[in-house]
């Protein structure tokens, strides 16, 4: 194949701005795209044997530790309230575009706690099913790891995701710090379908409190039937290994898609009611403010989203030239279906491809080929769900809303990049 | 032919025995909890005031414990303070300049014992009593004037009281509203 084979023709451009049509992969045959295509350059430098290559290295470990040399790959952290005033209080990010595939390392996965971190022995933790039920029911960690376990990729998103797109002004922050209270797992548990069918629950009881043992106690309300069709987990595991502290150790809830907070960390107690309990966090805060004064309340699922990851803010120039622009979709509501990229603010879309399997409520990763030539460019992503329920601009998100709300903002991201290279946040 | 059908029937019973039972048996590893057992973690509070425990409070005694435990990150008289106001704001909701507080915005006052008795003080969450918890209460309810000073908030009183904004929430639950 020459090199006038591989270089994408004027056929395959999708969309202004440089994006190249998916068939131009599926023609060259080409997985990773610089690679193949940049050009070919001489060097004089003979190869140089290292260190490493003539000497033994470490000895085995019992516990592996990312390379010293990636240690710049962490999770940004921010407290919310001025420090001494509550600093468990807080969140730390998903650094999202310095991560590839689907799956967030487990020391990575992004944190919201309200009140710190609990240090739990898992000998002295209890759990506890009872309120409209038939026989209330305690539960040791060795009682539960009798239970069968079933596994599955879901993603948890806190509803106050992309809060710096909610300010005025367009924030210039990475990635991850504007989009990365979400992360993506293997979750191994417990189906809680399984431990209420242990207890009973009385048909009237179509609410449920779910409660966390850290001091905050942090409590909300669930509707049952989102566990009585087996889509409730008490996960153990995280990754293959038992959850970290900070995602709930010894045991958490996952409610698949549905708002990051009802994903009750610690979980010690699951109460039975006939009706929501009208915690803290689903009156005061989780809901949302419409212009008309009436807000908004148990908005459980998360809104189709997408954000491309590279290139995006502050992981350095966009070089000209054929490359990739790379991301992440999701939707609480099902499986990616597609997700289209505009190089031109939006003028023009073209589709890109995604990673297989895109798995219901999980993390999707898509790719696109482009070719920039150096003139400025805005580079936008626009993810579809298997709903039909199509991404919003930031300002039909906005619309319906007073001023400053953003649970459950999943408006489109714009990157745009300057003759330079340089990538800024902007809103369209 | 009965003889067949006969044993066929016996089989698929026992099949039937076997497959309802055999899930349940095997996965029955909780013990029995009483509700006396169960007192120390039963601490929601529903709307309708289930779950308040005895005592009552007034907000000249909350003033008291606020100044001492609460103004620090809440503010003198609620306002103001690095986590946020609790008071005031009531009637803003619909001005860009709203203000979400205890009394502009939370639709329920049992919410507000729920959370401080479980959660608050944030450095010492559960050393208020009981009393004290339903006296701050009422401090709180009382700087957003919806009670008096002298009223007497318990178990009763306390579900029974209207907040300003009870009907200001539009419920998503199955379905957002067409």
Known sequence: MSSSDILPRSEDRAASGGLISRRWLLRTGLAAVPASVVATQVSADQLRVPDWSSTPGLVQSPYGQPSPFESHVTRPVLGLFPEGIG??????????????GTITPNGLFFERHHSGIPEIDPDQHEFVIHGMVRQPLRFSMSDLLNYPMTTR????ECAGNSLFNSLDEAQQRSAGEIHGLIGNAEWTGISLATLLQETGVDPAGTWMLAEGADAAKKSRSIPISKALNGDAMIALYQNGERLRPE???PMRLVVPGWQGSMNIKWLRRIKVMSGATHTKDETSKYTLLQKDGLARQFTHELGVKSVITGPSYGIGPVRKGLQQITGVAWSGAGRITGVEISADGGQSWAAAALQAPALPQAMTRFSIAWDWTGGSATLMSRATDETGTVQPTRSDWYAPYAAGQLYH???IQSWAIDAKGDVSNVYV | MCMYDCRSNGFAILLMLLVTALPVDAQQHGTAITEA????WDISIAP???GLPEGSGTAQLGAEIYAGSC???HGDSARGGPA????GGIGTLTLDAHEKTVGSYWPYSTTVFDYIRRAMPYFAPGSLTDEEVYAVTAYLLHVNGIISENFVLDADTLPAIQMPNRDGFISHWPDAPK
């Open chain 1, 87 to 100: 600093d468990g209080s807080g969140v730390s990010f998903t650094p999202l575009e310095k991560l590839a």
């Open chain 1, 153 to 156: 990729t879901a993603f948890i």
């Open chain 1, 247 to 249: 995602q709930g150790y």
């Open chain 1, 409 to 411: 903002q999943n408006a």
């Open chain 2, 37 to 40: 057992e169960l007192q120390p």
């Open chain 2, 48 to 50: 309708d005031g289930h």
């Open chain 2, 71 to 73: 103004a620090f990150c």
């Open chain 2, 84 to 87: 946020g106001s609790l008071a």
